[in-house]
């Protein structure tokens, strides 16, 4: 799933790459005591503090620059436009699934539990009813840092055996909460890399849909916007217009949070119509572009 308005604006707040990272304070140990008394022992001389390797966070980039990146691994970004965004890059379609698919199934999949984790047989059973694959469960993702934890924390307890990039996913989560400690909040979006089913534009669009999203977890002000958005100026027929839509989609339509932020994200945020199209939605365009211009109000700039 993909993104919009932003991208000129947020490639216009374009910024060098650059490294941002925190130096860890060392405590020394003590000196070490000695195994007999001495006489007249002189005072130890203070043992000397070695500097521990600076701890690298995800190196800071603008979307244009995650965009043009060609990831031959899973790799973390640091959106510069705000920096409790941070975008995972995957090499294709596969290796993104792999790390999030488990995740999408408990947070936010129609039908499937909510409470615990589901393993290898019974994700690949609920992925092959939603007449998926693996590869095409969801075509980007987006999740609060707290709910991400809080799958590590299910997995962990149920014994789920991780993926490869479910324990990659694990441990990025992990530095990046040092760099945001709780309870600040942050979001981790994703986009596949270019592949058979992935061309360049379905690329740009899985990254400003995701981008939105991340927006709107990491945006508490654009987030009640949208809110407002949702409960006055949509119609009762339009939002249900939207639930079924995304119920085909596989989002669960009874978390109205996923509701709204989907109805955001393929409104203002998702320019490639093969991803959406206001009719999809049972909108005519003039109608899309009104709901557009308010959700726009006070969109991240
Ligand atoms: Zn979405």
Same mark, same amino acid.
């Given at each position: 799933?993909?993104?919009?308005?932003?991208?000129?604006?947020?490639?216009?707040?374009?910024?060098?790459? *650059?490294?941002?990272?925190?130096?860890?304070?060392?405590?020394?140990? =003590?000196?070490?005591?000695?195994?007999?008394?001495?006489?007249?022992?002189? /005072?130890?001389?203070?043992?000397?503090?070695? =500097?521990?390797?600076?701890?690298?966070?995800?190196?800071?980039?603008?979307?244009?620059?995650?965009?043009?990146?060609?990831?031959? %691994?899973?790799?973390?970004?640091?959106?510069?436009?705000?920096? #409790?965004?941070?975008?995972? @890059?995957?090499?294709?379609?596969?290796?993104? *699934?792999?790390?999030?698919?488990?995740?999408?199934?408990?947070?936010?999949?129609?039908?499937?539990?909510?409470?615990? !984790?589901?393993?290898?047989?019974?994700?690949?059973?609920?992925?092959?009813?939603?007449?998926?694959? =693996?590869?095409?469960? &969801?075509?980007?993702?987006? &999740?609060?840092?707290?709910?991400?934890?809080?799958?590590?924390?299910?997995?962990?307890?149920?014994?789920?055996?991780?993926?490869?990039?479910?324990?990659?996913?694990?441990?990025?989560?992990?530095?990046?909460?040092?760099?945001?400690?709780?309870?600040?909040? +942050?979001?981790?979006?994703?986009?596949?890399?270019?592949?058979?089913? !992935?061309?360049? /534009?379905?690329?740009?669009?899985?990254?400003?849909?995701?981008?939105?999203?991340?927006? +709107? +977890? /990491?945006?508490? #002000?654009?987030?009640?916007?949208?809110?407002?958005?949702?409960?006055?100026?949509?119609?009762?027929?339009?939002?249900?217009?939207?639930?079924?839509?995304?119920?085909?989609?596989? &989002?669960?339509?009874?978390?109205?949070?996923?509701?709204?932020?989907?109805?955001?994200?393929?409104?203002?945020?998702?320019?490639?119509?093969?991803? +959406?199209?206001?009719?999809?939605?049972?909108?005519? @365009?003039?109608? %899309?572009?009104?709901?557009?211009?308010?959700? #726009?109000?006070?969109? =991240?700039?």
């Amino acid at each position: 799933m993909p993104v919009v308005i932003g991208a000129a604006a947020i490639a216009a707040a374009g910024v060098a790459g *650059g490294l941002w990272w925190w130096r860890a304070v060392d405590t020394p140990d =003590p000196p070490p005591k000695p195994d007999l008394p001495t006489l007249a022992a002189p /005072a130890p001389a203070p043992a000397p503090i070695a =500097p521990r390797p600076a701890e690298i966070g995800p190196r800071i980039a603008t979307q244009a620059e995650i965009l043009a990146h060609r990831a031959e %691994a899973p790799t973390m970004f640091r959106l510069d436009a705000n920096p #409790r965004i941070f975008v995972a @890059d995957f090499p294709n379609l596969d290796r993104q *699934g792999a790390a999030f698919n488990r995740t999408a199934a408990l947070v936010e999949k129609a039908g499937l539990p909510r409470d615990r !984790v589901l393993d290898d047989a019974a994700l690949a059973a609920a992925i092959a009813r939603s007449g998926d694959t =693996p590869g095409t469960y &969801y075509y980007g993702h987006n &999740y609060r840092g707290r709910d991400l934890e809080r799958f590590f924390a299910l997995a962990d307890r149920d014994g789920i055996a991780l993926t490869r990039d479910e324990a990659w996913l694990r441990d990025e989560l992990a530095r990046i909460r040092r760099l945001v400690p709780a309870p600040g909040e +942050f979001a981790i979006v994703s986009v596949p890399g270019l592949e058979e089913r !992935v061309d360049a /534009a379905m690329r740009e669009a899985i990254l400003q849909h995701e981008v939105g999203h991340g927006h +709107f +977890f /990491a945006d508490a #002000r654009f987030a009640e916007h949208v809110a407002q958005v949702w409960r006055d100026t949509f119609t009762e027929a339009e939002r249900a217009a939207f639930r079924a839509f995304l119920a085909r989609e596989g &989002y669960d339509p009874a978390i109205e949070e996923v509701m709204m932020n989907e109805a955001m994200a393929y409104l203002i945020f998702t320019p490639d119509p093969r991803f +959406f199209q206001p009719v999809h939605a049972g909108l005519t @365009d003039q109608r %899309a572009d009104q709901l557009r211009a308010a959700l #726009r109000g006070r969109a =991240p700039q």
